[in-house]
């Protein structure tokens, strides 16, 4: 960040730079809330806000607010580094989970697919249209990328699939993709909590199932 903020410095015309600068310092400002008091990894959405660096956000949102004023001035498109400050910027100004602009953030990964097209900005977009419209609509696009198969090895996919079969309500299928997430990932403290997740999966299934008997 540091040598983002020089840089920034020498060329600061250069709305990208901004971008990038803005897009280090929002994420930064999350690091102290992404462990648990055992070092397990917790989800963006579980986040103590109260834990995120607001003086990190402050810098963030200045350095994008200079990208945005360069390319309004020169009618430029925004690259996709300011693309990507956006979304996260949409995060930090949220004052908890249920408040963030989720379709705001569906169209910023839309434009963010057009300028940079990726399969991993897909899958993102896919959570993001699942919390604006519902999770069929992002299991949608997650079974489109998974018969792509770009996906295979990337363990997000299967946890992404997981989540949204667990909402709705179809444990025995989300148990079964938290496990494979869980194989797949090479992060020991991110594979306890995939695993975690596949058995509550399986006891809610167990439940389903007990309670339909």
Not at 48 to 54: F, G, I, P, T, V
Request: with cysteine.
């Amino acid at each position: 960040m540091r040598l983002g903020r020089i840089l920034a410095e020498l060329a600061r015309e250069e709305p990208e730079v901004h971008g990038l600068v803005a897009l280090m310092e929002i994420q930064a400002s999350r690091f102290g809330a992404r462990t648990g008091l055992s070092g397990e990894p917790v989800l963006l959405l579980d986040q103590d806000r109260m834990r995120w660096d607001q003086l990190l956000i402050h810098r963030g949102l200045a350095a994008l607010g200079r990208t945005e004023a360069l390319n309004a001035a020169s009618g430029r498109s925004p690259g996709p580094l300011a693309l990507q400050a956006a979304i996260a910027a949409c995060h930090a100004r949220a004052r908890s989970a249920g408040e963030t602009d989720w379709a705001k953030i569906v169209g910023l990964y839309t434009k963010l697919g057009e300028v940079t097209p990726s399969p991993i900005i897909d899958l993102n977009r896919a959570v993001a249209l699942a919390m604006v419209f519902g999770p069929d609509a992002g299991l949608t696009l997650v079974d489109a990328l998974a018969a792509d198969g770009a996906l295979g090895n990337y363990h997000l996919l299967p946890s992404v699939r997981g989540d949204l079969l667990r909402r709705l309500g179809r444990f025995d299928e989300a148990s079964a993709e938290f496990e494979r997430a869980a194989a797949l990932t090479q992060n020991e403290r991110e594979r306890k909590l995939l695993l975690d997740r596949t058995a509550a999966c399986a006891a809610s299934a167990a439940q389903q199932t007990g309670g339909s008997a």
